[in-house]
């Protein structure tokens, strides 16, 4: 079989970008790496992504794949080692539908948290709470959503690691912790000691330096 040609299109700071890096490394799948300035998109991003110009972009074999969620399903499909997605129907619908949750509930409302206030920020603090909450409903007593191993819903919900450090920078009290969210925090901890995850997490002090710069009006406003 003649080689694949691999690329992916990302940048260092973005979680959706290292879902990808999350998903190849868990195949095995050797890849080039590209690192887009967002401020000055590259014109072989542009043309791979013409619709929405923006990273994530899988390019294999000369075919982009663009949008997180999508490119690590057809990661999954085109390479049927070590399973992403769970085989059972039922089970694979509640990981897409849970992915979904993070991404369109989840995380705006998580930047909603870094730029607002005051009482507006403490609202929306509870508001993530509760959909933490929800979370640990799907994770239940499981080691990670995948079960015994890292899964497709895992690698969607490491946006709660940038997070986690956004608050740190901010100086916000820990919006996850043991105390409140017991099931999530524990999981938190398994996903930040998984020898992949540490691999496409950026380095802590280079990232708690990007969100005061990217933040630093609200932080200078509290």
């Known amino acids: 079989m003649a080689e694949e040609e691999v690329k992916l299109f990302g940048t260092w700071a973005s979680p959706v970008s290292r879902r990808i890096e999350v998903a190849l490394k868990l195949k095995g799948?050797?890849?080039?790496?590209?690192?887009?300035?967002?401020?000055?998109?590259s014109p072989a991003l542009l043309n791979y992504n013409p619709v929405n110009k923006q990273i994530p972009v899988l390019v294999h074999n000369g075919k982009p794949v663009a949008e997180s969620l999508v490119i690590i399903e057809y990661i999954d499909e085109t390479w049927k080692?070590?399973?992403?997605?769970?085989?059972?129907?039922?089970?694979?619908?509640?990981?897409?539908?849970?992915?979904?949750y993070i991404d369109e509930k989840f995380w705006p409302a998580a930047m909603k948290i870094v730029v607002a206030k005051g009482e507006e920020q403490k609202g929306e603090i509870d508001e993530i709470q509760q959909q933490m909450k929800n979370l640990e409903g799907e994770l239940k007593e499981k080691k990670f959503f995948g079960g015994e191993?890292?899964?497709?819903?895992?690698i969607a919900a490491n946006i709660i690691i940038w997070l986690v450090v956004a608050q740190e920078a901010l100086g916000m009290d820990q919006?996850?912790?043991?105390?409140?969210?017991?099931?999530?925090?524990?999981?938190?901890?398994?996903?930040?000691?998984?020898?992949v995850i540490k691999e496409c997490v950026p380095p802590k002090d280079r990232h708690l330096d990007l969100c005061k710069v990217k933040f630093g009006s609200s932080i200078a406003s509290k």
């Open 29 to 41: 799948v050797q890849y080039e790496y590209i690192e887009e300035d967002l401020t000055n998109k």
């Open 149 to 154: 191993s890292l899964g497709f819903l895992d």
């Open 175 to 195: 919006i996850l912790n043991e105390e409140k969210l017991p099931v999530l925090y524990g999981w938190l901890q398994r996903l930040l000691d998984d020898a």
């Open 81 to 100: 080692h070590n399973p992403i997605l769970p085989a059972d129907p039922y089970e694979r619908a509640m990981a897409r539908f849970w992915a979904k």
